[in-house]
């Protein structure tokens, strides 16, 4: 309770705060939680998680974005926690898993930290300079890398993949994503890669081995086969088209009474007739594959139209989603046509090939030899189940980000702990320098900072205390990329085992970390508004 207010008014009145501590402490110990529950799925030697979703949907994956995503978590300041995961998914793509195990052990300090009564400001604003200082050490470990040497970069990819369910593909895999991206960066960008320029589809049946990168096109259905048409055409003039070959329908509800055979007649004439100019002007173009947009106001193509277009001998794809429509254009280098008067020879794309394969239980289109080919690839990843075919695409789109991150800032550092142990060996001596409370907090972020380490070695079956001290006593004696190496069981210089992770991942899980630690630690009541 507070003390009643005196008259005088020199005298400082007592408030309780109670509340703010407890505030502050519940969402420590809620985030931490969460941290801990993705703890286990860190590094090669990690944990999958099992996720049952409410629709009945099951997931086996340790990507710690894809795991806080799916977890139906309540209470605000853990919910900080999944959208930090979100947050480095989008700047760096991988070291999801990293960057909330990082947050979770800054906030266990802050606990401590708020214990022995260090104002929080204080905490927040040396978590600030120690993170500004982190990204400075991390930078001058850092080793330049070139796009040129496809080897740095393949190895780079390979770390990413070794943590992931589909491990043991990653000799595979790691290549195609730099591939991948090396196909689609543009010269007038050089530091930037649009990941929606590599598609990747999905086929079930096979196995992860039989993924391959396309440099093309790849529709994952089949050709209209409806009235008999080709299912292969060699030197293939393309067309987009987003209107319907069917009769047309009136813009108002409406019905029509026919009441004599005659006049049915005289309506399936006119439809044929209709459909008929529409193929002779399609025809006339000389093309003859059709790519058709998926209608929603009716059937894009009826019976009576692919009957025509059959005879027309013009290969039919329906049903193409909306939003391909852009990949597919830039690809092949044409126009999307909107109506059948826009039909002009200048609009179409050319491919040496169009051909119909059976894969696994269904079939496919491929479309190769592009001529004048956008800056796009197609990388078409199978599986011999869907939760495998799931992962392999996640632990995919990670290994293409990891490029990605090359690309935007080309240098590489050492993984396996190694960057994490010389962080915390060198803020931990510039700590010592500093004076106050300051020194005290730095110290804390550095100690945090050996979790990585710490749960590195757990994961994998080692004693976590005896690797973690054996680990500061080589970066003591100058061995900066002495790390764990997982498989071995022992300490190692970690960049001779070509374990190395772009720079840009590990500077933005300690800064997007400090950044939600700060602003978790900031936060001294919940108000509810109903």
Known sequence: MAAPPHRSSKTESYTDNKRKDDVRQSNIIAARSVANAVRTSLGPKGMDKMISTSSNEVIITNDGATILHKMQV?????????????SQDSAAGDGTTTVVVIAGALLEKCLLLLSHGIHPTVISDSLHKASVKAVDILTAMAVPVELSDRESLVKSASTSLNSKVVSQYSSLLAPIA?????????SDKPNMVDLRDVKIVKKLGGTVDDTELVKGLVFDKKVSHAAGGPTRMENAKIAVIQFQISPPKTDIEQSIVVSDYSQMDRILKEERSYILGMIKKIKATGCNVLLIQKS????????????????????????????????????????PIANIEHFRVEKLGYADLVEELSLGDGKVVKITGIKDMGKTTTVLVRGSNALVLDEADRSLHDALCVVRCLVAKRFLIAGGGAPEIELSRQLGAWAKVLHGMEGYCIRAFAEALEVIPYTLAENAGLNPIAIVTELRNRHAQGEINAGINVRKGQITNILEENVVQPLLVSTSAITLATECVRMILKIDDIVTVR
């Open 296 to 335: 929603i106001l009716r059937d894009a193509v009826t019976d009576l139209s692919l009957h025509y277009l059959a005879k027309a001998k013009i290969l039919v794809i329906k049903d193409v989603e909306r939003d391909e429509i852009e990949f597919i254009t830039k690809t092949l280098n044409c126009l």
């Open 178 to 186: 730099v591939d991948s991206v090396l196909s689609v960066v543009d």
């Open 74 to 86: 309540l209470q605000p300041a853990a919910k900080m926690l999944v959208e930090l995961s979100k």
